[in-house]
C-alpha cells in the first residue's frame, strides 16, 4: 500500500514555484503602448476578491495600476455583480452602445461569439496577432490549441485564459485505513475495485461502499469498457475521426451489466438516480461520519474538508482512473489549456491595436509573473534556483486570509484571460491534494476517442439536433437506471437498444459529423 499522505492542510514548508516555462522565453514588451494616453472600457464581471482586503475591484489592484503607468493605457472596468451579468450583458448587447472590450461573448450573448461577429458586435482578431499580440498567438500555436481557438471560418473571436499545464482536479478516493487493514493495494482495473468494494462491505458493514449520484454513475467508469459515458447525455463519441454512438458499442452492455452486478451485491444505494452533486460534499460527510462509505468522488480542494469527519485513525489515498485490464489506456481524456474565461475587442472600439497590446501582456514572460504570483518583492521573490516563491507576507498576512486566498487581493490568474500556471497555489495544498492532483491526471490516458470541445454546431445544427436528442436523452435516462436496478430484465436490452437505433440517433450522428469535419479542415 502507498504511504500514509499527510493531511495537513499547512505546508511543512514554503514550496517554490516554477518560473516561466521555456514557451515566454522570447517575449518582449515595448511600452508604452502609446504616447497619448488612451482610456478603454472593459465590460466583464465583478472580480472575485476576498472582502476587507481593500481591494474593492480591478482598478486597485496593484498589477493592474502598474501596467497602466507603464503602458500608457487605461482601463474603465465596468463591473457588473457575477448575479446580474447574463441580463445586464445581454441588455447591453440590445443597446448598440458596446464598449471596447467585453468577456464571456461566447457564453452570453445568445448565439455565441460566432453570431456576435456575425451580428456586427465584436471584431476578429487575425489581423492583429501578429503584430499587437504575438505572445498569446505563440502560446496558442504552441499549446496546440489554434484550431480549438477558431470557428468554421477561421476567425479567432477572443483571447482566451490558457493554462500551463494540464490537472485534473477530480476524481475518486478510497479510505486508505481500511485499505491498509485489508493489506490491499489502491485499485487500478475494474476487477480491483470490486473486490475492494466487497471488502468493504463484508468487513466494516459498509452501507455504501461505493457513494454514487446520477451524474456520477459507477464512479466514471464508463471510459475503461471504451465509451464516452452511460448515453445518458445522448452518448456520442468519436472513433478514428468517425462520429458514433455509445450505443452500437459491445462494451456498452457490459458496463450497464457490471453496474447491476454491483447493485446485486450491494455496493451502491439504489437512491442514486435521484441523489445530486453536492458542492460541499456534505452527503459524503454524513456517510462517513458513520462509517458508511469507501470510495467516492471528491474535488481536489474539498479533501480537507474530510479530516476530522470520521473515526480517529482515518485517512484517504487517491484512485487512478480505472481500466478493464493492467496497461489498458484510457482515450477519453477531456482536459484543456483553454478555459472558458475570454475577453473580446468590440467593433465600435476606436483602439482595437491597444486593447490587444494590453490583453497580450498578460501572456509574456513578465505579464505571466504578474498574473499569477502578484508583485515581485511584495508577494513574490526568486530563490536561489531562479524559482518562484512567495514571500511571509502571503504566507502569514495579518487578515487572515490563506494563502490562496491573499493572492485574489494582487493576482489576475482565474480571473481575466491570460497564461497561468497551475502550479502557482500547489504549496498551499497538503500532501494528499498534491499525491491526488498527480494520480488524477496521469491515469487520464488520452482523447482519441473524445469529441473535442472545439467542434460546434450552427445555429440551425444545434436548435435540430437539440430536438431530436431530447427524447433519446429522456428515453435512455429513464431506462438505464431500471436496468442497473433489476426493475428491468436484460431480456429486454435488445429491445431497448433497437428502439434507440430506429429514432434519430443517426441524424444526431451526421449533424455531428459534418461539425467535426469542418473542424478537422480548419
Known amino acids: 500500500a502507498p504511504e ?45 476578491i476576498p472582502a476587507g482586503g481593500g481591494i ?22 465596468n ?15 440590445a443597446s448598440g452602445l458596446y464598449p471596447d472590450m467585453m468577456s464571456n461573448v461566447q457564453q452570453y450573448y445568445s448565439t455565441g461569439a460566432v453570431g456576435a461577429y456575425e451580428d456586427e458586435i465584436i471584431i476578429p482578431l487575425n489581423d492583429l496577432l501578429e503584430e499587437n499580440a504575438p505572445d498569446f498567438l505563440r502560446l496558442i500555436e504552441s499549446k496546440g490549441v489554434t484550431s480549438e481557438l477558431k470557428d468554421d471560418n477561421g476567425n479567432i473571436l477572443y483571447f482566451v485564459q490558457l493554462l500551463d499545464s494540464l490537472a485534473q482536479k477530480s ?22 475495485m470490486e473486490d475492494v468494494l466487497v471488502a468493504f462491505k463484508q468487513t466494516y458493514d459498509c452501507q455504501q461502499p461505493l457513494y454514487m449520484t446520477s451524474s456520477n454513475s459507477g464512479a466514471n467508469l464508463a471510459g475503461a469498457f471504451g465509451l464516452s459515458g452511460d448515453g445518458t447525455d445522448g452518448g456520442l463519441m468519436q472513433v478514428d475521426g468517425q462520429i458514433t454512438t455509445v450505443f452500437v458499442q ?42 458508511d462509505v469507501g470510495v467516492w468522488s471528491a474535488n481536489l480542494n474539498d479533501l480537507p474538508g474530510y479530516d476530522g469527519v470520521a473515526e480517529e485513525g482515518f485517512y484517504l489515498y487517491a484512485v487512478p482512473a480505472l481500466v478493464r485490464e493492467p496497461g489498458d ?31 497580450n501582456y498578460w501572456y509574456t514572460d513578465e505579464g505571466y509573473l504578474q498574473y499569477n504570483y502578484g508583485v515581485q518583492d511584495l508577494t513574490f521573490t526568486f530563490d536561489d534556483a531562479g524559482e518562484v516563491e512567495y514571500t511571509d507576507m502571503v504566507y502569514n498576512n495579518d487578515l487572515g486570509f490563506s494563502g490562496s486566498q491573499f493572492l485574489r487581493l494582487y493576482c489576475l490568474a482565474g480571473q481575466l484571460p491570460g497564461y497561468q500556471a497551475q502550479r502557482r497555489t500547489a504549496c498551499f495544498y497538503n500532501e494528499l491534494q498534491n499525491q491526488a492532483w498527480d494520480i488524477w491526471t496521469d491515469s487520464l490516458g488520452d482523447s482519441a476517442n473524445t469529441i473535442p470541445s472545439g467542434v460546434t454546431l450552427t445555429a440551425e445544427e444545434s436548435t435540430e439536433y437539440s430536438n431530436r436528442i431530447s427524447d433519446i436523452e429522456t428515453y435512455v435516462s429513464e431506462n438505464i437506471p431500471k436496468f442497473i436496478l433489476g426493475m428491468k430484465p436484460f431480456e429486454e436490452w435488445d429491445e431497448f437498444i433497437d428502439n ?15 461539425a467535426l469535419d469542418r473542424y478537422n479542415n480548419r
Open 250 to 291: 459491445e462494451e456498452y452492455l457490459d458496463y450497464i451489466q457490471l453496474l447491476h452486478s454491483w447493485f446485486e451485491k450491494g455496493l451502491f444505494s439504489q437512491d442514486y438516480v435521484s441523489t445530486d452533486y453536492d458542492p460541499f460534499a456534505q452527503l459524503e460527510k454524513n456517510l462517513l461520519a458513520t462509517n
Open 171 to 192: 476524481g475518486c478516493v478510497v479510505r486508505g485505513d481500511w485499505l491498509d487493514a485489508l493489506n490491499m493495494d489502491v485499485p487500478e482495473t475494474v476487477s480491483q
Open 500 to 514: 434507440i437505433l430506429a429514432s434519430d440517433i443517426d441524424r444526431c450522428v451526421e449533424i455531428y459529423q459534418i
Open 329 to 359: 489506456v484510457l482515450h477519453f481524456n477531456t482536459l484543456s489549456y483553454v478555459e472558458n474565461s475570454t475577453v473580446s475587442i468590440s467593433t465600435l472600439c476606436q483602439y482595437p491595436e491597444l486593447a490587444a497590446n494590453w490583453s
Open 79 to 93: 463591473e457588473i455583480s457575477f448575479a446580474a451579468y447574463t441580463t445586464q450583458f445581454q441588455l447591453m448587447c
Open 4 to 48: 500514509e499522505p499527510s493531511t495537513e492542510s499547512e505546508p511543512a514548508e514554503k514550496e517554490s514555484n516554477s518560473a516561466p516555462d521555456a514557451e515566454l522565453a522570447y517575449s518582449t514588451v515595448a511600452f508604452p503602448f502609446t504616447d497619448e494616453p488612451v482610456t478603454l472600457e472593459y465590460y466583464l464581471a465583478a472580480p472575485n
Open 56 to 77: 474593492d475591484g480591478y482598478a486597485d489592484m496593484q498589477v493592474i495600476q502598474d501596467l497602466e503607468a507603464a503602458s500608457g493605457v487605461h482601463i474603465y472596468f
